[in-house]
């Protein structure tokens, strides 16, 4: 088997950097029951289980909130912000369930978010409050702002495996380079034209030609929808009706890099909600927790990541350090994030080229919502 990679490294969205950070893939979502974990196992690549990002959906427990006064909600504080998101999570269920039995027209989920908004009149802070929760599920988690997904489906077919999750000790580059031993891997091949009309399949790269008996293509949906790739014949029509109506989102994180640790060591996730919630991220993820690192990890998904990557670096580094500020407080340093290598931040690419893998640091965008 031969393995034909446009980019000069193997992995796609999953890429550790040299300090360990995972700029994309990160977690195993659901430990128990994910072929994954059976699959490091097997591998015997260290993980641990460290509750992740399942820690604000399900285990909201363990996750320090910071709120609008820039201290940490006292527990009664922070379950109210739960109990008003998952009314309006079962309201909006409701509505759907309504709206698919009387097989009414789809609508986006946004316009249904802010009926139920507007009829429950909540006032700022628990209307940031919802948002916030909103934001953890939608804008980080399936990666899309309600504004471009389904009412009646957004949920359809999403399915978690069980007990939280795990990250691993050698990031998810690991797993990446353990299947790659014994592989024949060509780097900087892109893959430009597949014919398969005339018996054994003929692959037209920018590097010469390759004949196979089968080809197994697992390029993302953005490079097919981008039509990068000549398919002759063409691709079946349902096959390219699917990729036309399919979309995708988008995550980017910004990765900051510290001399020191100033935040408290055993914390993992620091919930954020002391501003505005649409226009700054959920969450900060210490890697000192996890991997023993100086190192902070924001999270922006959707229209928000997708603003970041148009920032300049000074932008992102003044942005990153009023978040760590308003937690920390003034001993939050200003991060070592530019120049490189001491910072990252991931931008999106969605028809990867050698040229493009060369730029910045980048993981492409993510589908929603199977991420
Ligand atoms: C920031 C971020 C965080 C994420 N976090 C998690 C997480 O915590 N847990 C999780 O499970 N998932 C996570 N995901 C999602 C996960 O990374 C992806 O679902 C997964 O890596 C996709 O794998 P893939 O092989 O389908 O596609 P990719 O990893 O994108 O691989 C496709 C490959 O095809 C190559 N390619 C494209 N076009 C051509 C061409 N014409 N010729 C040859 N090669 C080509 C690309 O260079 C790439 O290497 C995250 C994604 C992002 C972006």
Known sequence: MRVLEARD??????WTDGDGVDLGAHWIHGTEGNPLTELVEQLE???SYVGGDSSYTGGFDSLILFGPDRQIAPAMAKSHTLELADKVLHELERRAEIARRRDDPDRPLVAVVDEILAEAAYGYADEQAVRYHLNVILREDV?????????KYWEDGYRVYGYGDSVLHLGYQAVVEALARDLTIELETVV?????SAGAVRVTTSRGVYEADKVLV??????LKANEIDFSPPLPEVKRHAIERLGFGT???????????FWPADQYVFGYLCRETDSYPTVVIS?????????????LGASLGRAMETWTDEKVSDYATTVVRDIFGRKALRP????????????????????????????????SPNR
Not at 218 to 223: A, F, N, S
Not at 336 to 365: D, K, M, Q, V, W
């Open 287 to 299: 890697m000192w927790k996890s991997h023993g690192k100086p190192i902070l990890v924001l999270l």
């Open 336 to 367: 070592n994030i530019f120049p490189e290598p001491h910072g990252h931040r991931t931008r999106t690419h969605t028809a990867p080229t050698p040229a493009s893998a060369s730029t910045l640091p980048h993981a492409t965008s993510t589908p």
């Open 9 to 14: 490294r193997i992995g796609g969205r999953i």
């Open 143 to 151: 990666a899309e702002d309600p504004g471009g997904l389904s009412f």
């Open 192 to 196: 430009q034209q597949i014919d398969t």
């Open 218 to 223: 697992t390029v993302p949906l953005g490079v």
């Open 251 to 261: 995550l980017n994180k910004i990765a900051l890099h510290y001399d020191e640790r």
């Open 45 to 47: 690549i260290p993980f």
